[in-house]
C-alpha cells in the first residue's frame, strides 16, 4: 500500500477489498440498469415499460441501500514494548480519554511486561499491575475489561462501553511462542478473536525477531503465527478467516541501508518521507502477496526505537560488545506498528458469471448485505512517555458497519425494591436459543463512581436455574440472599455471564439499591439525633 500524505484518512471495506477484486455489487448493480435501458428501449407499452422499469428501480435502491452501513464505533488501540518498566501513575493521554467522538472500544497490546520467574508466577495469580493500571483508569469511565491473555512479556487487553457487553461473544484467545527455536515465549504472539454485532473480528499483538539482519525471519515468524493459530470456532477457525484481523506490536523491522547521520537529520529536518522506501516492512510488502493484504497509515511520526529512557533523545549510550569494546549506537528505526485487514473478497466464478439470476441473488458471506469499513482516523506516537526505551504508538479507528443483531440473548429484570434487609428477586429469559449451561451465572455489579472493572468484578452472584436449561422465552425467577447484598445505597445493574460464549450476553437497565436499616447499626452511616449527626 502507498503511504498517503500528511492528514489524509485510510479506508479499507469489506466490499471493495482491492481493484483487482472488483465488487459484486457494483457487478450486479450494473446488470440491473443495464436491463433498465434494455427495458426503456423494447417494452412497447408505456404502462408495461413503466411498471417494468419502477421494478428494476426498485431493485437496485435496495441493493445500494444493503451497501450503507448503517452505524459508527470507535476503537482505540496502542501498542507499547515496555521494556520491563513499572507502570506509570497517569496514561490519560496515552488513551485519549476525552477525545470526541468517544470511544467504543481499546485495545491495548505491550510486549516486554515484567516476566521474571517471581513477577510472572505472582501476575499469574492475580492481575498484573499494567492491567490493574488500565482497569483503574478506564473502568471509572464506564469501560469493562471484555477479555485478556498474556504470554510472559506479551500482553493483550480488550476494554468496552457496558453497552457493548451483550453484542460482544464468542470470545478466544490463543499464543504462539517463536522464541528459542519455538519454546520460549520471549517473542511470539497473543491473540484474541470475538464477534462484534455478528462481525469476526481478531487482534494479533506480536513481538518478532530482533536485529537489522533478520528481517525476512521477521516475516517467516508471522507467516508462521498465522498458520499455526487456530480457534474453535467453525466458520473462523483460523486468524484470516475473520472479516477484520488488526496486526500490531513490536514488529522490530528496522530502516536498511542509510546510516545512522542520514537517518537522525532526516528525523531532524522533518523529512519522514526520505526514510519510508527503506522501511524493511514497506519493502517486505512489496515481496509478500500475503502482506500486500494489510493496509498501514502514513508513517507521519518519528521512528519510536530507540530512546534514552527518560528523554526525547535517541539512543546515545556507548553499547559494549561481548569483548569489551565499544558498539554502534541503534539507528532509530519505526518498530512498533499497526496495520489491519479486511477479508478479500473471493472473485466471482466461471459459473456465477453465466449464472446472472444466482449472483444477483447470493451475496458472498455476508459481506454485500453486513458490509464493514475501517477508517483510521489517528496513527501517531505519544512522545512524552519515557518510562521505555520505545514510545508506544497509537492508532483511532472509525468501524462503520451494519449489525447482525441488536437484541441481546438474555433479558434480565430486578423485581420490586431491593436492599440487604430482605431477600431480592429477579427474573431472567432466554430470547435466543444459544449454548446456554448451568454454569452460567447472574452478576450484580456497580456501576456508579468507580463502576465494574470485568465480569469477575461483581457484588455477588447467583447460579442459574440448575436442574434443567430454560426454554425460550421461558420467565425464570432467582432469589439472592439479602445478606449477600449491599448494606449502602447505589446504582446496580444484573449481568448474564454464558461460560460457553466467555461473555456477558445480558444486561438489566440500571436499577437502585436502597440503604439497608443495618447500615447504620453497623456505623456504615452516621446517625441523626434530634437533628445532629453522630
Known sequence: MDLLPDGSRLRSDSTSSSESQGSRSKTIL???????????????????AGEEVSRTLDEAFQLCARLLPTDAFRLHMVTWNVATAEPLEDVASLLQLNDQPSIDLYVIGLQEVNATPVRFISDLIAEDSWSHLFMDTLGPKGFVKVTSVRMQGLLLLVFAKMMHLPFIRNIQTTYTRTGIFGYWGNKGAV????SFYGHMMCFLNCHLAAHMHNALQ??????????TQDFDIFDTPHVLDHKVVFWFGDLNFRIEDHGLHFVRSSINGGRLNLLWSKDQLIMMKKKEPFLQEF????????????FDRKADSYDSSSAKTWFGFNGKKRKPAWTDRILWRIKPKSLP????????????????????EYPIMVTQNTYTSVMSYGVSDHKPVIGNFTLELRK??????????PVGEWSADQNALLTYTILEDFMSSTWDWIGLYKVCKVGFKSASDYETFVWVRENELPEVNEVIEKSV??????LLSGEYVLGYYSTNLNSIVGLSDNFQILESK?????????????????
Do not use: H
Open 295 to 306: 493496509d498501514e497509515g502514513p508513517l507521519n511520526f518519528k521512528p519510536t526505537y530507540k
Open 404 to 413: 447482525y443483531f441488536d437484541t441481546q440473548l438474555v433479558d434480565l429484570t
Open 30 to 48: 450494473r446488470q440491473r440498469l443495464s436491463e433498465l435501458m434494455t427495458c426503456i428501449e423494447d417494452m412497447s407499452s408505456d404502462d408495461e
Open 218 to 227: 521477521r516475516v517467516d515468524e508471522f507467516e508462521y503465527i498465522l498458520e
Open 518 to 534: 443495618r447500615a447504620a447499626m453497623e456505623g456504615l452511616v452516621s446517625k441523626d439525633i434530634n437533628g445532629i449527626d453522630k
Open 349 to 368: 466464478s466461471e459459473e456465477d458469471d453465466d449464472d446472472d439470476e444466482k449472483a444477483s441473488t447470493s451475496p458472498d458471506d455476508g459481506q454485500e
Open 191 to 194: 491473540s484474541v478473536r470475538f
Open 481 to 486: 440472599v439479602k445478606d449477600d447484598l449491599p
